[in-house]
């Protein structure tokens, strides 16, 4: 019922910038926590930022000052800006959308920051 695609993935220099996006298809609520996640090579996949309906963004200690979530719940997408981006960024990034026990990810999108 519901799908969510990312897009604005790329490769990128370090100190470089990014800016990901994600699309919701399908019944998406305004209730329900969006977010990113994301998953570098040999590592588990994990919390990059969210944000709740009618709450504050959270933010990983690795990228907070960094990186910028924001959603348009009339528009049902939920972005990510990325700035200062460092190699330890690279990492495939995933879309999140849930609540309680509705939980839908995006096919994710691959981010290389390298020189």
């Known amino acids: 019922q519901v799908q969510l695609v990312e897009s604005g993935g790329g490769l990128v220099q370090p100190g470089g910038s990014l800016r990901l996006s994600c699309a919701a298809s399908?019944?998406?609520?305004?209730?329900?926590?969006m977010g990113w996640y994301r998953q570098a090579p040999g590592k588990r996949r994990e919390l990059v930022a969210t944000?709740?309906?009618?709450?504050?963004?959270n933010y990983a200690d690795s990228v907070k000052g960094r990186f910028t979530i924001s959603r348009n719940n009339a528009k049902n997408t939920v972005d990510l800006q990325m700035n200062s981006l460092k190699p330890e960024d690279t990492a495939v990034y995933y879309c999140?959308?849930?609540?309680?026990?509705?939980?839908?990810w995006g096919q994710g999108t691959q981010v290389t920051v390298s020189s």
């Open positions: 944000m709740p309906s009618g709450g504050s963004a």
């Open positions: 399908g019944t998406i609520f305004s209730i329900y926590t």
């Open positions: 999140y959308a849930g609540y309680i026990a509705y939980n839908y």
